[in-house]
């Protein structure tokens, strides 16, 4: 066997640059016993927590590979329950920062999560239009609600009724359009929708006791209002209610409109947790607040007004109306308008003890605000309290570059250059710039220029962190800009149809005695077509040049005389890069396709398919003939010119990778996407076997393939509204394959010990019994016993999908150690829960074994003794802990699960305003 080419991994080393992702949306979380102070938002896979007034980043709850989608904290504001791209949910403990519940049951991205009252139970909504209602304390799936045509966007419980409302991307009004946003108020009773225009919606929920008629068949029962009724047609286009057994049902009658100031459609509608306060906006910047009135303060507000008009029919010599009404418009009143300095995508209300109004915004241009609002005042104004842009881009990152000793990272946007430094990754210089669309650092690394979308070239002096000179280089966009071998110029490609040759030279400044730094074009050379990138060869002698016309033509640096020109790629060619000894050209095209060049006679070596979408940036590993490229399909990519072998795929980002660089000594590789992201790469120093990672991906591609398999048919379950809550996953078959191996040693163990014994029994003295290592492994315990630690392990949320997996042979022996288990009363829940549904999904097959029918009798008697025993154990224990919070309330004149933060905020407030009297008086 020959040498095999050994090649070194790159793996992840940071995320930086990234405030919050503009998807998902925006919490405030209890943290270190404070609430309205910390905030969690996305950032790509992971959720930040943020501390908004120190404006620094506290927790950082780590996800695997998919981006976050939504997000939920629990009402006790303990957990935080995390939404995923590829439909899992997971929730973490705030204090601990580690992910204690995983959910599986979405097939697609979750995009709306809510927690009851209690934070009992979590509802999630998906793009695969269905809805799953969990178990939090029991961490498994209840049911799966099916019904709506398109992603369900909101979740809303009804804690008096015990009911779900659900709102799909086409929920709709029956005459304005869709329905974008809606929110309970005044303790359930009413619901408040916006849609496409300028008014929100408020209407009535009236709870119905449905009388059934036994003589009725059940096709023509009514479930709601009948059908020639108004209400019945805005209720049945706007709302979906899951009804449970006690047959209620809710109609909706419309009450009037709130007309907002934005006149776009409403993004997001939401109220506080109190419910007293309620705010939405649009596709603008602007949020806008609305106070709903309790009912004292109604009441109040009524009197005030009956006493009003009462006076008025006195003045007037009128009788006085028999009855008074507030408007709408009372009831919901306008408190002020918030502008945000950017479009808002989601906001978060909090009502502190003082009475403040905290409101927190997510900007799309990755900032975090957050604002207070001072109820007290007479015309309450929203003040900013924070900005959270620490070391941030507004916009999207379009050019990269390493210094020259690896340690410091360039990267501009649209608005401002930014310098890092790559050990600690914290931001040390940002600079505004116009639209930057490529730089460079210049030779000693205390300047950089960058090359703008005006044509305009920038250089800057980072000591000093001023522009110290523009000149106006192009007539168009400034595409590319490339380092002489030399370092005594560079040269640029424009959309202007020229390359234009430049050098570096000292002039005295005018301002300082002191020279600096300036650049002076030199040569230029006219095409035909708009150039897209230029590259030096490593010995200065030849210049690439891509071209709008998909071609990459060669010319002689000296004379400027065309030398070569490389067609092939159907789109234009986006980036390229020459090797270090200077004889293979690579270039990567809006065609996917990346091709490699020999630059003696221009001959195409290999043409690659290299990426789902075009390529957006290639690079060569220095002093190598490995190369990165970088791709719209959110991966960048490993390749080897001389084989033209795919390496490795560096996964991360989540959308297009506009960008990257690689550091000088190639150890580094930093990259940036349009989710806002930078990333930095470190290559490691394991090593690689193509072999390993085929199979690796082969693999992962397998498990995928499980996943998007149809789920088993259970019996006695009708593919209607309702379905099992979890879904088959790779991990439900290795919880299956466990139990059944588990089984498997107990067969054999039992049938060596059956062999044991009559062995001794022929022998007529004891011979030592040989035991299994894995049991020994354990402990020395017994087989059966080894079939319930087996079967404890498997994760609650996967239970039933392993169960529905196994195969039935298998089920007789579990069904025989469940009895065994039971009688010794161990995990009576667990096995409970296992034993009922095995009987549902295998009830023809059990009820017909006749082996079997023992075994069902006695588990039923065992069944039945031990859940009654372990009721009266855990209503004993109910009732003496009762009893003893009793006994301490009226002992220490204390109230348990109180929230004493609040009485103790509303002590200080009457001691200062009793202080405050005593000083008057005094």
């Known amino acids: 066997m020959g040498l095999t080419r050994q090649y070194l991994r790159y793996e992840p080393a940071a995320l930086f640059g990234l405030v919050a992702s503009a998807r998902g949306s925006v919490a405030f979380v209890a943290l270190r016993g404070e609430r309205g102070r910390y905030v969690a938002v996305p950032g790509c896979e992971h959720v930040f927590v943020w501390d908004t007034r120190k404006g620094e980043k506290v927790l950082i709850l780590k996800g695997l590979k998919q981006e976050v989608s939504c997000l939920c904290p629990s009402p006790d504001g303990l957990h935080l329950a995390v939404g995923y791209e590829d439909g899992s949910i997971r929730v973490f403990n705030l204090l601990s920062g580690e992910a204690s519940i995983t959910f599986n049951g979405h097939r697609a991205a979750v995009t709306a999560l809510q927690y009851d009252h209690l934070g009992g139970r979590l509802v999630s909504g998906s793009k695969d239009t269905e809805v799953i209602v969990w178990d939090v304390i029991n961490e498994s799936g209840l049911y799966r609600l099916r019904g709506h045509k398109d992603a369900v966007t909101q979740v809303l419980f009804l804690k008096e009724k015990n009911l779900l409302v659900t709102r799909g991307s086409f929920s709709s009004h029956c005459a304005s359009g869709q329905v974008w946003g809606m929110a309970l108020l005044s303790k359930e009773k009413r619901l408040i929708t916006g849609s496409a225009d300028s008014e929100l919606r408020v209407w009535d929920l009236t709870y119905i006791q449905e009388v059934k008629d036994p003589d009725e068949p059940e096709s023509k029962k009514s479930k709601g209002p009948s059908p020639g009724t108004e209400e019945n047609t805005e209720e049945d286009e706007t709302l979906e209610l899951d009804e449970h057994p006690e047959e209620r049902i809710v109609k909706c009658s419309k009450v009037g409109s709130i007309v907002r100031e934005g006149r776009d459609r409403v993004v997001t509608l939401a109220t506080d947790r109190m419910g007293k306060f309620l705010a939405c906006h649009g596709t603008d910047a602007v949020l806008e607040v609305f106070t709903v009135l309790s009912e004292e303060e109604l009441q109040k507000k009524l009197e005030k007004k009956i006493k009003k008009a009462k006076k008025k029919a006195k003045q007037k010599s009128e009788e006085a109306p028999e009855s008074v009404e507030l408007s709408l418009q009372e009831e919901i009143q306008r408190v002020t308008n918030v502008k945000a300095s950017s479009k808002i995508k989601s906001f978060d209300l909090i009502l502190s003890p003082k009475g403040e109004l905290k409101i927190v915004l997510l900007l799309q241009n990755n900032v975090i605000e957050s604002y207070n609002l001072d109820l007290s005042a007479q015309v309450p104004q929203a003040v900013r309290a924070s900005k959270i842009t620490i070391g941030g881009h507004r916009s999207d990152v379009r050019t990269l570059a390493f210094s020259s000793d690896n340690i410091a990272i360039l990267s501009a946007a649209a608005e401002s250059v930014k310098i890092w430094n790559r050990s600690t990754l914290q931001c040390i210089r940002t600079m505004d710039c116009e639209y930057a669309l490529c730089s460079l650092f210049v030779p000693g690394d205390r300047q950089v220029i960058v090359g703008t979308k005006t044509g305009k070239l920038q250089l800057y002096d980072l000591a000093s962190g001023s522009l110290m000179e523009t000149l106006n280089a192009h007539d168009g966009a400034v595409w590319s800009i490339a380092l002489s071998p030399d370092q005594r110029g560079f040269v640029t490609g424009g959309a202007d149809k020229c390359v234009k040759f430049w050098e570096f030279e000292l002039v005295k400044d005018e301002s300082s005695v002191q020279k600096r730094l300036s650049m002076k074009h030199v040569r230029i050379l006219q095409l035909d077509e708009d150039v897209l990138c230029v590259r030096y060869s490593p010995n200065q002698k030849l210049l690439a040049v891509s071209l709008l016309d998909c071609t990459v033509k060669i010319f002689y640096i000296d004379t400027l005389k065309f030398f070569l020109s490389l067609y092939g790629h159907k789109l234009p060619v986006l980036c390229m890069d020459i090797c270090y000894d200077g004889t293979l050209i690579a270039t990567g095209s809006a065609d996917r396709n990346v091709k490699i060049w020999g630059l003696d006679f221009g001959d195409c070596h290999r043409s690659l398919f290299a990426h789902d979408d075009s390529v957006m940036y290639l690079q060569f590993v220095p002093k190598s003939h490995l190369f990165f490229t970088a791709g719209k399909d959110s991966k960048i990519k490993q390749w080897d010119a001389d084989k033209f072998e795919h390496i490795q795929t560096l996964e991360g980002h989540h959308q297009e990778v506009w960008c990257l660089a690689l550091s000088p000594n190639g150890d580094y590789v930093v990259s940036a996407s349009h989710d806002k992201s930078l990333r930095l790469w470190e290559r490691t120093r394991e090593p690689l076997i193509l072999e390993e990672e085929r199979e690796m991906q082969q693999e992962a591609e397998y498990e995928e393939s499980v996943a998007k398999e149809e789920q088993p048919v259970v019996p006695g379950e009708t593919q209607g509204e309702t379905g099992l809550a ?91 150690l469940f009895n065994e288990y039971i009688h010794l009363g161990s995990d009576v829940e667990l096995l409970c829960r296992a034993l009922l549904f095995l009987l549902k999904i295998h009830f023809g097959q059990i009820t017909g074994n006749h082996m079997l029918v023992t075994v069902i009798e006695d588990l039923k008697k065992t069944t039945i003794s031990r859940v009654s025993e372990a009721r009266d154990v855990l209503g004993f224990n109910m009732a003496g802990l009762q009893f003893l919070k009793r006994e301490i309330e009226a002992k220490d004149e204390v109230t348990f699960f109180a929230d004493a933060t609040e009485r103790f905020e509303e002590k200080k407030r009457k001691r200062k305003k009793k202080e405050k009297m005593v000083l008057a008086v005094l």
Do not use: Q
Not at 750 to 767: F, Q, R, S
Not at 768 to 779: E, K, S, W
């Open 726 to 816: 979890g879904k088959k996953t790779i991990e439900t078959i290795k919880a299956a394959e466990r139990i059944m191996e588990a089984i498997e040693l107990y067969r054999e163990e039992m049938a060596k010990l059956k062999e044991h014994n009559t062995i001794c029994k022929a022998a007529g003295k004891e011979v030592p019994f040989p035991v299994n290592p894995i049991l020994r492994a354990y402990g020395n315990i017994t087989p059966s016993a080894y079939v319930l630690e087996v079967f404890k392990k498997v994760k609650s949320s996967e239970l039933e999908e392993s169960l529905l997996v196994l195969p039935f042979s298998y089920v007789p022996d579990l069904l025989r």
